[in-house]
Structures are given as structure tokens and as C-alpha cells.
């Protein structure tokens, strides 16, 4: 079945062409990159256009509307115009990157969004295979075009053009494809701990990077390149995918810098076409090992969080479960400020299971679930500790606070009946068992439990639905 974008029937005119326009921009200012940055004709090696293109229409491709291509075909003729090339080159030079980034789109959608994204180790597989054929694609009107446009042989324009294809698209698509959520160009970041500064190990792993860099310089040979490994790894082990994608891009551009300006010398000859060919596909080539190894711990770091979320949260109501709140209760985190603990029991829960059966059993739990978190602040811990019983833990509050919290989750089981479907409503209720505790008190977390579970006692004994509360003295 055809697969169809929904998301393209809902933009406006206006966002089909102000998309457009970012298109056109964002594919000039790259164009204008790859001339500004080719010494003398000689290594117009690094040429992020075609790369930019793919990446923004697999990342959104909303922005892959006819327009779109339009404007990038605007983008690339305006930077080869004004800087002075023949309109006849211009067109011809655009249609072989048209050519390689078209295939890309098009294999690209064949591929699962996990592979898109480079998420899987097998990901690095259907990307080599993916850029492969689009420089190819390149490729082949490269070598149509290359005898009447340079005077030289078909073959060598096969070669020029895919080797650079090939090598640009290894280089800059890992970092476009892992780019966390792009949006309106904007990057957001996932998680608190990236805007973390770097820790010592992550430093380190720069740090031998640089490292290998530098001796690169200074020793040169053919092997310099390998130089570059082991840092690259370290950094694949530390960083996350797209950090390690940013800095294997920028390790190729410093080696072809250096290469260019004569600070690297491989001791071979780079200005031989062939020789150079090959060594930018080497070069990039050598960087997919580090990719892959970010690949992988990427794919491991996100089950062990499955793993963990899985044994530290209860399946059915979807909040902690006992281990995931005794992991939360930090010993540190109960010393500072006073807390209160509320252990709450559904009242007559078994009535529930025999007159209903254990399925709508499972739904009270869940829809008591809903209704407490309702009635919780943000920085409250709820956990449920076994069958019917829960357990909340409100950090920095005064008695009044922690009673008034309870009170509400009283009421606001017993205000209105649950609807366990059409035609099932049941009363329900519950009682609680409070416990305060201020800061100058240090007790363990299973004292903590049974003096809550003694206020419950209490609650359950003085008729149900109520709270009973009990001030911790040490
Ligand atoms: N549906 C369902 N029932 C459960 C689950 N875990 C425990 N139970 C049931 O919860 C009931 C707990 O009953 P009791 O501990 O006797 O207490 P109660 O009927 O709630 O009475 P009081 O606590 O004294 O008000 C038992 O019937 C358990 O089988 C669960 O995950 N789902």
C-alpha cells in the first residue's frame, strides 16, 4: 500500500513556502561553504549541500514538497552564478546532486524510522548501503557530463563524483539523522544531563582525540590516520550517538584541513586524483567503526532504561512499584527538610475482586491510581507497595499540607463513584495512615514504613475512609 504523509495536506500555502524559502537558504549558505572552502580547484572535497538536503528531507519531510526541491534548485544555481560558473556547468553540477539526494529520499523511506535515525547497530549497514547508491546515482551523471563539461575521461568523473559524494554523505548524515528532535530548525534537548557540563571521562575522551590529532601532525606517514581511533572509540563508549557523529564529522574536516594545508603529510601524493579519492573514502569509511560502537550503546543504554523503568514501576498502574520507591527514598533526600509519609488501603478491596471479578479489581486500582496522582504535587513520590496498598511520600511539607493532601485523596475516591465501564459504577473508598516526620529525625526506611503502616491500622480500626495521622517522635 502507498505510503501517503498526512502531515503535507495540513500545511498552509504560507508554510509550504516559507519551508521553501529555509530550503533554498539553507542550501545556498551550504553551497557558498563547499566553493568558499575549495583551495584552488584541487580539493573541493568538502561539499555538505547534497548531505544537508537528504538529511533535512528524511528528518522532515514535510520540507520534501515540490517546492522544496524547487528551492533548493534555486540554492545551489544562485551560489554557482555568483561566484562565477557558466549556467550551463551550474544546471549540470545541480542535476547530479539532484540525482544522488533523490535516490537517498527514496531509500531512506523504504527504511524503518529506527534506521533512519541510526538507532539500531544494523542502522550503520543500511546507511553505507543507502549513500552508496546515492553517490552512485551522483556518480553516473557525473560520467555523462564530465567529458564535455572538464575534457576528461567518463570513468575519472564516475570516480571524482562518487568518491565525494560518497565521503561527504558518511560524514555529515550520521550527524543530521542523529540531531536530537529538530524543530523549525530549533534544537531541543532531550534530557537534563546534556546540558550537563561534560564530565572528567567524556573530557578525557576529547582529550585523546586531540591527542591523537596532534601526533598525527607531528608524525606524519600513512598511518596517521589510525591516530585517530582510539579517541574516536573512547568518545563512541562516553558520548551519545549524535555528540559522537559531531565529533567524528569534525576529526574529518580537521584531517582534510590539515591534509590540504600541508600540516598533514601522509607521505603520499594527495595531489594524485586517485590517491586522493581514495583516501577521503578511507577516511570516511574508517569512521563508521566509532559510529557503529555509538550505535550500539545507544540501542544497550536505551534497554537497560527499559529494564530498569520495568523493575522499578508497577504494570498496571503505571507508577513506582516497592523497589522504585526505596530507590527514590534517599536517605539524604528524607534528612533535610521534614516529610510526611500516607500509606492508603482501598477499603474492602476483596468485596470488589468477589462481586466483580479481578479484572474490574484491576481497574479500581488503576482508576484510584489516576484520581490520587491528581491530587499530588509535582515533586511527590507514589508507589504502589502491594495489592491494594500505596504508599506517597511528600518531601518538604509542614503537618497542615500533608494532612490536607490526604484529605483530598479521601475525597476524592469517595466524592464520586467509579465507573468501571457501561454499566458497572461502584463506591469506593479508602483509608489512610500518616505519618510526620521533621528534620531533626532519622529513621530507617523500614521504620518509616511501619510507623505508617500502624497509622493505617488505626484508620482501618476507627471505621474506614478517614485519615488518621501520627507525629514521628525519634
Ligand atoms: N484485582 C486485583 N486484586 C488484588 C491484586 N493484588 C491483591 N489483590 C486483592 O486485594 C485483596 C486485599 O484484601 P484484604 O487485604 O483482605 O483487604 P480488604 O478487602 O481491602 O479489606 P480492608 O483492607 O480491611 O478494608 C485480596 O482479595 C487480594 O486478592 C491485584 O493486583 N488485582
Redesign the pocket.
Known amino acids: 500500500m502507498k505510503h501517503v504523509d498526512v502531515t503535507d495536506f495540513r500545511l498552509t500555502p504560507g508554510q509550504i513556502l516559507l519551508n521553501a524559502t529555509v530550503v533554498g537558504v539553507i542550501i545556498f549558505l551550504c553551497s557558498m561553504l563547499g566553493i568558499w572552502t575549495r583551495p584552488s580547484g584541487l580539493l573541493a572535497a568538502f561539499w555538505p549541500a547534497n548531505a544537508v538536503l537528504l538529511g533535512l528531507f528524511v528528518r522532515l519531510p514535510k520540507l520534501a514538497h515540490p517546492l522544496g526541491w524547487g528551492a533548493a534548485f534555486l540554492g545551489y544555481l544562485t551560489a554557482d552564478l555568483i561566484t562565477g560558473m557558466n549556467w550551463e556547468l551550474s544546471v549540470f553540477l545541480t542535476a547530479g546532486n539532484f540525482a544522488g539526494v533523490a535516490m537517498g529520499v527514496f531509500l531512506f523511506k523504504q527504511l524503518a524510522e529506527k534506521h533512519r535515525l541510526l538507532k539500531q547497530p544494523l542502522s550503520i549497514i543500511y546507511l553505507i548501503l543507502v549513500t552508496l547508491a546515492a553517490s552512485v546515482a551522483a556518480g553516473i551523471v557525473g560520467m555523462a557530463g564530465f567529458p564535455y563539461f572538464f575534457d576528461g575521461l567518463a570513468k575519472d568523473g564516475f570516480i571524482y563524483w562518487f568518491a565525494t559524494e560518497w565521503a561527504n554523505y558518511l560524514a555529515i548524515l550520521p550527524v543530521m539523522l542523529t540531531l536530537p528532535r529538530l524543530r523549525l530548525g530549533l534544537i531541543r534537548l532531550r534530557r537534563k544531563q546534556d546540558c550537563h557540563l561534560i564530565n572528567l571521562h567524556q573530557g578525557l575522551a576529547l582529550l585523546a582525540l586531540i591527542l591523537g590529532m596532534g601526533l598525527g601532525v607531528v608524525i606524519g606517514g600513512p598511518g596517521a590516520l589510525a591516530f585517530l581511533v582510539p579517541g574516536l572509540l573512547w568518545c563512541a563508549l562516553t558520548y551519545r550517538l549524535f555528540t559522537t557523529a559531531l565529533v567524528i564529522l569534525c576529526s574529518n574536516i580537521w584531517v582534510m584541513l590539515t591534509i590540504s594545508t600541508g600540516l598533514l603529510d601522509l607521505g603520499v601524493n594527495v595531489r594524485d586524483f586517485l590517491i586522493l579519492e581514495s583516501f577521503r573514502m578511507g577516511l570516511a569509511l574508517q569512521s563508521l567503526a566509532p559510529l557503529a560502537v555509538a550505535s550500539v550503546m545507544n540501542a544497550r543504554n536505551e534497554l537497560v532504561e527499559q529494564l530498569r523503568h520495568l523493575a522499578t514501576h508497577d504494570s498496571?498502574t503505571h507508577i513506582l512499584n516497592r523497589p522504585g520507591l526505596y530507590e527514590k527514598m534517599q536517605p539524604e533526600l528524607l534528612s533535610k527538610k521534614p516529610y510526611a509519609l500516607l500509606m492508603c488501603?482501598?477499603?474492602?478491596?476483596?468485596?470488589v475482586?468477589d462481586q466483580y471479578g479481578?479484572a474490574c479489581?484491576?481497574l479500581v486500582?488503576a482508576e484510584f491510581a489516576k484520581r490520587t496522582s491528581a491530587c499530588l504535587r509535582e515533586s511527590d513520590i507514589f508507589a504502589r507497595v502491594?495489592?491494594?496498598e500505596f504508599c506517597i511520600l511528600l518531601t518538604d511539607c509542614s503537618h497542615h499540607i500533608a494532612s490536607d493532601i490526604a484529605d483530598r485523596i479521601c475525597q476524592a475516591c469517595s466524592n464520586s463513584p467509579f465507573q468501571l465501564n457501561e454499566s458497572i459504577q461502584i463506591d469506593v473508598t479508602v483509608?489512610i495512615g500518616l505519618v510526620y516526620f521533621d528534620e531533626q529525625q532519622s529513621f530507617s526506611i523500614e521504620a518509616i514504613l511501619s510507623l505508617a503502616d500502624e497509622a493505617l491500622y488505626d484508620a482501618?480500626e476507627s471505621g474506614?475512609n478517614c485519615v488518621v495521622m501520627n507525629l514521628a517522635s525519634a
Open positions: 498496571l488501603d482501598i477499603d474492602h478491596f476483596k468485596l475482586n479481578h479489581g484491576d486500582l502491594g495489592g491494594e483509608s482501618k474506614r
